[in-house]
């Protein structure tokens, strides 16, 4: 039992360190998170500096950190909105957890790991990181982008794809028998049905138990409420083997009118505080010297899975009528793994699938991690370089089917009549500027 003396002073520790490098990360203009998962291995076990008297609670505030990740993201949009991005992205739901489960399917069975390992493995490639992307679209003001909410219908098809995939992982892991792993999965998706028609049906009641939009605004109530419903919608869904990310962006998805903009201010400081916290946590679950016998098929992976989440976002961005820059920015949003990955992969670890499908699973989805905000961040500028280098010879030739007196109207995200800044700000969004369309 460790005295409170010493939980303080690492906590003190930590969480001052982040505060140095992420404004450090702020003033060379590029998203901290890399630098929080690195500060997470120093910390770790076989790190610099070990923690040993506050991982407890660093443990818990990572999980809150992405209840309110995906809570303030969720506040972002409407219920209508959820529904119209999910029917129009389902195929790209399905092709983007096809693409990316098979490199880890196949990495499984070329290595002589089995057909359990493998279902595992296909788990750890397939899902992105919903509190990692949460957090880099937000660094990067890119909210109220056009193709962000492809991006999210995305991510809540995968979200909803692991609430039954995790009953079928966990019944399969344990040796259940088909009927009991069938009532397993029944009670996930009874849950997650419910929990859906409450957030959809219901919005109104749900902002109501929350703050009354006729009374005067009160933070101190309203940041005890959202927060509390939030946990408590997380944790229940939890409890039935439903994703807690899926419960608490329902809850914000619930949340509308005023009270969801009060509820965005009053969460932004302390979601910015659990979320550091996450990234740290995510960073002491690996031991670095674990890392570098399993690195070069990590590496491999990890390029076979750039590869296909990229695919998979410009592919259902184009669907959805944006131009280049939008698709590139869509599809590298995706590219972030993180903690359904390392949840699938301790679920294995836990029933002796492999020894070493742990280690490999942590490398992954650290070099993921890392690489993910650092293609959200440079994609943009890159694929700009490209399009000019590209636009010459298009010039000189005419290109390829050219209009005369269309084709020129062609903004650089390929929208016709865009305006010259390429902004397309959601009809709920602030009228703030936004980055590109």
């Keep these: 039992m460790h005295d409170t003396a010493s939980v303080f002073i690492e906590l003190g520790g930590v969480l001052f360190c982040l505060g140095i490098i992420g404004h450090v990360a702020a003033r060379i203009g590029i998203s901290p998170i890399p630098f929080y998962l690195v500060t997470g291995l120093a910390f770790g076990k076989g790190g610099l500096l070990p923690l040993g008297a506050s991982e407890e609670f660093i443990r ?133 049905v419910t929990v859906l028609v409450l957030a959809l049906r219901h919005s109104a009641t749900i902002t109501l138990l929350v703050f009354n939009p006729k009374s005067d605004r009160n933070d101190e109530i309203l940041l005890l409420r959202a927060l509390g419903l939030a946990l408590l919608v997380a944790g229940v869904a939890q409890r039935l083997q439903v994703s807690a990310a899926v419960g608490a962006f329902l809850v914000g998805i619930a949340l509308s009118g005023p009270v969801a ?48 989440k990229v695919a998979t976002g410009w592919w259902a961005a184009r669907r959805a009528g944006i131009g280049t820059l939008g698709r590139f920015r869509a599809g590298s949003a995706l590219v972030a793994r993180g903690e359904f990955s390392i949840v699938i992969a301790g679920l294995a670890v836990a029933a002796g699938v492999n020894p070493k499908l742990g280690p490999l699973a942590a490398a992954y989805v650290l070099l993921m991690a890392v690489i993910g905000p650092l293609a959200a961040r440079f994609v943009e500028p ?56």
Excluded at 276 to 301: C, Y
Excluded at 402 to 431: C, I
Aim: aromatic share 4%; glycine share 12%.
């Design 60 to 192: 818990t505030g990572a999980e809150i950190g992405v209840v309110l990740l995906l809570l303030t993201l969720g506040l972002e949009y409407t219920a209508d909105e959820l529904i119209h991005g999910l029917r129009r992205q389902a195929a790209a739901g399905g092709l983007d957890l096809v693409l990316n489960a098979a490199p880890g399917v196949a990495a499984a069975l070329l290595l002589g790991w089995g057909a359990r390992a493998a279902v595992v493995m296909g788990g750890v490639t397939a899902i992105s990181s919903s509190g990692i992307i949460a957090k880099v679209l937000g660094d990067l003001g890119r909210l109220g982008n056009r193709e962000t909410p492809v991006v999210l219908s995305v991510l809540v098809l995968e979200d909803l794809a692991m609430a039954v995939y995790l009953p079928i992982v966990a019944a399969l892991l344990a040796h259940q028998t088909v009927a009991r792993g069938s009532v397993t999965l029944a009670v996930a998706l009874g849950a997650l």
């Design 261 to 308: 903009h009060s509820a965005g201010e009053v969460l932004t400081p302390l979601r910015d505080l659990f979320a550091a916290v996450f990234f740290v946590f995510f960073g002491l679950q690996t031991d670095p010297s674990a890392i570098p016998p399993v690195l070069g098929v990590a590496s491999l992976l990890a390029v076979a899975g750039i590869v296909t």
């Design 382 to 437: 890159v694929t700009r370089a490209g399009m000019r280098r590209c636009k010459p010879a298009t010039a000189a030739s005419g290109g390829p089917g050219a209009r005369p007196g269309v084709d020129a109207r062609l903004g650089e995200d390929g929208l016709v009549a865009a305006p010259r800044d390429g902004t397309d700000p959601l009809p709920h969004a602030d009228p703030a500027p936004h980055a590109d369309a």
